[in-house]
């Protein structure tokens, strides 16, 4: 990580403290509240103040909680978000940062400007001069801020803010002290009072939002702190709370100081109410000079700290911006350029269309802020450990509120200030592929959630019949010779189930086994990525194939559901290893899980467009279970034409009977299978049901056939046997009757 900082001012809590509490009594305060409160009257100004720092307040519990966990460096809130959400992510924030503090800089240049109404007036009247455009108080104000800055850098602004935050405070106590209007004098106090016909309550608070969006400007000194731990947690909270209770008590007086119609129409309204007028626009140009002198102290740092993590794409660039002073790396090169964006907008001088697009980004930087600390509640991660704490549900409504209020202020604003953020992260990402992205903070959380689903889903009511879904375990020594057994769990557990696939390496556990374990396993995660696999796969050291399957069948699911099905797999042409299936069946049984086994042969699983299952009269406990598995397969996009056709052997008595059935089954439980796709076939004595699907099943991608326990007992490896002439064959014994509804 790059130093930011070379030498420190060395300053205490009182900069973070003074620079917040300026910027939010400011510009706002002194030329809009009055309408506010002109409008909505006092109650619906109170209620702007709580809407408003249901974003503000979180944003600044999210900051000393961030800021008392890690050392904080140059760059303020944009070294807070990169930090925490990675440079890609912090970048492209980070650039909508400094462009709304930069901007600011003219926002409150132009304000600064609507205080010398008074002097302009009085010249015209007086003299005739003709004194209309304020741009002639606003662009020389911009120069000489910016030269003096310049040349003294952030102790003389620390210095000067002292001065204009003690005028500030005076004008308010003169305000406070005032008698009120003439018509306002006689007036009592009344909560509800405003003008009929006023504006919307969200037109009005869009008007209004940015006198709460200074409480952040006093992290932007975080290189330049001595203990920033400390100074920003406790400047920024003091000055946010300081700011709401003040607010509260200005709707206060104006509400019970003035008409409605004198708050709306008069934006110095507060002059007319203070005990000394003049004070009121002087109290203005302070406040407004004040906040200036905040973003212009903030925003070069924002982008000192952007160049020295090297987010732009042009290396020069990046160096000429984070160039600083020998001694105190005081951006000079940054200050510059902030300059060259306040001028522009300085320029433009309409003082609401400044307002809506700071407050657009400002809104996104405090919901990536609120985002942050909402993360790291649910990240759990050791390293965090904040010695100030905020809660987690506080941090998600400011994150909410952020969002939410964005589009009621101005959705066309909304949308865009949004696209140009995506845009930039694209552009960064792109440009610079060693960044980190949202990794770092997201894997805690997906972590922590996964980690309360299992246990969730472990204490959870067992599944019954009528809600199974399968999960299934399948261990497999042939995993890079034959794919069929891997595609069937992938099938299997795209939508409906979970499926755990275990390559089987037989030996003993060693380093030298370990290090293969985990070079197949590379292998494995490479092959499911590519085929867009859901399986979760692992590999298995173990002395024989019973120890293997023993071992897996007492694995936990990482699914947090207790596995229920096995899946063994053989090649119909090479069946050297049915002797071991048949072995380990016992095994599996013990467990009490439903089996599969799977017959591969070079054929494969064809077109994927058939699937036949065959149900005997053996078949009752096995049928439900063969055709759920049928309908799971089908629904997986490379069996998108598939359909499932059923085959029914049954002695010539019982055909009418199990016809009603079957069709009853799939109507109730609604299977996507056609009356048309169900054949009964009359058994004959001198005809095995073999050879039957044999010659039924020749062209079927997969054929489904059902199996016993009791006959595996009796012949072995002999009832998989005969099934050469057909293609990937699914034997299938359920443990217990699965009901369709």
């Given at each position: 990580?790059?130093n930011?900082?070379?030498?420190?001012?060395?300053?205490g809590?009182?900069?973070?403290?003074?620079?917040?509490?300026?910027?939010?009594?400011g510009?706002?305060?002194?030329?809009?509240?009055g309408?506010a409160?002109?409008?909505?009257?006092?109650?619906?100004?109170?209620?702007i103040?709580?809407?408003?720092?249901?974003?503000?307040?979180?944003?600044?519990?999210?900051?000393?909680?961030?800021?008392?966990?890690?050392?904080?460096?140059?760059?303020?809130?944009?070294?807070?978000?990169?930090?925490?959400?990675?440079?890609?992510?912090?970048?492209?924030?980070?650039?909508?940062l400094?462009?709304?503090q930069?901007?600011?800089?003219?926002?409150?240049?132009?304000?600064?400007?609507?205080?010398?109404?008074?002097?302009?007036n009085?010249?015209?009247?007086?003299?005739?001069?003709?004194?209309?455009?304020k741009?002639?108080?606003?662009?020389?104000?911009?120069f000489?801020?910016?030269?003096?800055?310049?040349?003294k850098?952030?102790?003389?602004?620390?210095?000067?803010?002292?001065?204009?935050?003690?005028?500030?405070?005076?004008?308010?106590?003169?305000?406070?002290?005032?008698?009120?209007?003439?018509?306002?004098?006689?007036?009592?106090?009344?909560?509800l009072?405003?003008?009929?016909?006023?504006?919307?309550?969200?037109?009005?608070?869009?008007?209004?939002?940015?006198?709460?969006?200074?409480?952040?400007?006093?992290?932007g000194?975080?290189?330049?702190?001595?203990?920033?731990?400390?100074?920003i947690?406790?400047?920024?909270?003091?000055?946010?709370?300081?700011?709401?209770?003040?607010?509260?008590?200005?709707?206060?007086?104006?509400?019970?100081?003035?008409?409605?119609?004198?708050?709306?129409?008069?934006?110095?309204?507060?002059?007319?109410?203070?005990?000394?007028?003049?004070?009121?626009?002087?109290?203005?140009?302070?406040?407004?000079?004040?906040s200036?002198l905040?973003?212009?102290?903030?925003?070069?740092?924002?982008?000192?700290?952007?160049?020295?993590?090297?987010?732009?794409?042009n290396?020069?660039?990046?160096?000429?911006?984070?160039?600083?002073?020998?001694?105190?790396?005081?951006?000079?090169?940054?200050?510059?350029?902030?300059?060259?964006?306040?001028?522009?907008?300085?320029?433009?001088?309409?003082?609401?269309?400044?307002?809506?697009?700071?407050?657009?980004?400002?809104m996104?930087?405090?919901?990536?802020?609120?985002?942050?600390?909402?993360?790291?509640h649910?990240?759990?991660?050791?390293?965090?450990?904040?010695?100030?704490?905020?809660?987690?549900?506080?941090?998600?409504?400011?994150?909410v509120?952020?969002?939410?209020?964005?589009?009621?202020?101005?959705?066309?604003?909304?949308?865009?200030?949004?696209?140009?953020?995506?845009?930039?992260?694209l552009?960064?990402?792109?440009?610079?592929?060693?960044?980190q992205?949202?990794?770092?903070?997201?894997?805690?959380?997906?972590?922590?959630?996964?980690?309360?689903?299992?246990?969730?889903?472990?204490k959870?009511?067992?599944?019954s019949?009528?809600?199974?879904?399968?999960?299934v375990?399948?261990?497999?020594?042939?995993?890079?010779?034959?794919?069929a057994?891997?595609?069937?769990?992938?099938?299997?557990s795209?939508?409906?189930?979970?499926?755990?696939y275990?390559?089987?390496?037989?030996?003993?556990?060693?380093?030298?086994?370990?290090?293969?374990?985990?070079?197949?396993?590379?292998?494995?995660?490479?092959?499911?990525?590519?085929?867009?696999?859901?399986?979760?796969?692992?590999?298995?050291?173990?002395?024989?194939?019973t120890?293997?399957?023993?071992?897996?069948?007492?694995?936990?699911?990482?699914s947090?559901?207790?596995?229920?099905?096995?899946?063994?797999?053989?090649?119909?042409?090479?069946p050297?290893?049915?002797?071991?299936?048949?072995?380990?069946?016992?095994?599996?049984?013990?467990?009490?899980?439903?089996?599969?086994?799977?017959?591969?042969?070079?054929?494969?699983?064809?077109?994927?467009?058939?699937?036949?299952?065959?149900?005997?009269?053996?078949?009752?406990?096995?049928?439900?279970?063969?055709i759920?598995?049928?309908?799971?397969?089908?629904?997986?996009?490379?069996?998108?034409?598939?359909?499932?056709?059923?085959?029914?052997?049954?002695?010539?008595?019982?055909?009418s009977?199990q016809?009603?059935?079957?069709?009853?089954?799939?109507?109730?439980?609604?299977?996507?299978i056609?009356?048309?796709?169900?054949?009964?076939?009359?058994?004959?004595?001198?005809?095995?049901?073999?050879?039957?699907?044999?010659?039924?099943?020749?062209?079927?991608?997969?054929?489904?056939?059902?199996?016993?326990?009791?006959?595996i007992?009796?012949?072995?490896?002999?009832?998989?046997?005969?099934?050469?002439?057909?293609?990937?064959?699914?034997f299938?014994?359920?443990?217990?009757?699965?009901?369709?509804?």
């Open positions: 990580m790059t930011l900082i070379k030498a420190k001012a060395g300053f809590t009182a900069p973070v403290f003074f620079t917040a509490i300026s910027t939010i009594l510009a706002v305060m002194f030329l809009r509240f309408y409160v002109g409008s909505l009257g006092f109650l619906g100004t109170v209620v103040v709580v809407i408003g720092h249901l974003v503000t307040i979180p944003t600044a519990m999210a900051i000393a909680e961030i800021a008392t966990n890690q050392k904080v460096e140059g760059g303020g809130e944009y070294f807070i978000i990169s930090r925490s959400f990675g440079f890609n992510v912090g970048g492209s924030i980070g650039i909508a400094f462009l709304s930069a901007i600011s800089v003219a926002f409150y240049i132009i304000a600064f400007g609507e205080a010398f109404d008074p002097v302009l009085f010249l015209n009247q007086e003299y005739n001069w003709g004194l209309t455009d741009r002639i108080i606003t662009l020389p104000a911009t000489l801020l910016g030269a003096l800055i310049l040349v850098g952030a102790d003389l602004g620390v210095k000067a803010l002292y001065g204009v935050v003690a005028i500030l405070f005076l004008s308010l106590i003169m305000f406070f002290s005032g008698p009120g209007t003439e018509s306002g004098a006689e007036l009592d106090f009344n909560a009072r405003h003008i009929t016909g006023s504006d919307s309550f969200f037109y009005v608070f869009a008007i209004i939002f940015p006198a709460f969006t200074g409480m952040t400007a006093g992290v000194l975080s290189g330049d702190l001595k203990d920033p731990k400390k100074s947690p406790w400047g920024t909270l003091t000055a946010t709370f300081s700011g709401m209770i003040i607010y509260v008590f200005i709707a206060y007086k104006l509400t019970s100081s003035a008409t409605p119609q004198e708050l709306v129409e008069d934006q110095l309204i507060m002059s007319k109410i203070a005990i000394w007028g003049p004070i009121i626009p002087v109290g203005l140009a302070c406040a407004t000079i004040s200036a905040g973003s212009i102290l903030v925003a070069p740092r924002t982008l000192q700290a952007l160049s020295s993590d090297g987010i732009f794409p290396d020069t660039l990046n160096r000429f911006l984070a160039k600083g002073k020998t001694q105190t790396n005081e951006p000079v090169n940054a200050t510059m350029v902030t300059l060259l964006f306040a001028i522009f907008f300085v320029s433009i001088g309409d003082v609401n269309f400044v307002a809506e697009i700071i407050s657009m980004f400002f996104v930087t405090y919901g990536a802020i609120c985002s942050i600390s909402f993360l790291q649910f990240a759990s991660d050791p390293s965090y450990r904040p010695s100030f704490r905020s809660q987690w549900y506080i941090s998600l409504i400011g994150a509120m952020c969002i939410y209020l964005m589009f009621q202020m101005n959705a066309p604003y909304a949308f865009a200030s949004l696209f140009i953020m995506t845009v930039t992260y552009g960064i990402t792109y440009s610079k592929k060693d960044k992205g949202l990794v770092k903070i997201t894997q805690g959380v997906i972590f922590q959630f996964s980690r309360r689903l299992q246990v969730f889903l472990q959870a009511e067992k599944e019949i009528d809600n199974w879904r399968p999960t375990i399948c261990i497999s020594k042939d995993t890079f010779e034959r794919l057994a891997s595609e069937l769990m992938r099938w299997i795209h939508k409906y189930g979970f499926g755990t275990i390559h089987f390496i037989s030996g003993y556990f060693s380093r030298e086994s370990n290090q293969k374990a985990k070079d197949l396993l590379e292998r494995l995660i490479k092959a499911s990525d590519v085929s867009k696999s859901n399986v979760y796969v692992d590999t298995m050291i173990s002395p024989s194939y120890t293997a399957v023993a071992q897996a069948l007492q694995l936990p699911s990482v947090g559901k207790e596995s229920n099905m096995f899946l063994f797999e053989f090649s119909k042409h090479e050297d290893n049915l002797k071991d299936i048949v072995e380990n069946i016992p095994l599996v049984n013990a467990a009490e899980f439903d089996i599969c086994i799977l017959g591969s042969c070079q054929k494969d699983f064809g077109y994927r467009r058939q699937i036949h299952i065959w149900i005997t009269s053996n078949d009752y406990q096995n049928a439900n279970l063969m759920l598995l049928g309908y799971i397969i089908i629904g997986h996009p490379d069996w998108s034409s598939a359909q499932i056709k059923i085959f029914a052997v049954f002695p010539e008595q019982e055909i009977e016809k009603e059935k079957l069709l009853e089954l799939i109507k109730e439980g609604r299977l996507p056609s009356v048309n796709n169900v054949e009964l076939i009359t058994q004959k004595e001198q005809v095995g049901v073999k050879e039957i699907i044999s010659k039924k099943s020749i062209d079927a991608d997969l054929t489904i056939v059902g199996m016993r326990e009791e006959a007992k009796q012949k072995g490896k002999e009832i998989f046997m005969g099934y050469d002439t057909i293609g990937n064959t699914l299938v014994n359920a443990q217990s009757h699965k009901s369709i509804k």
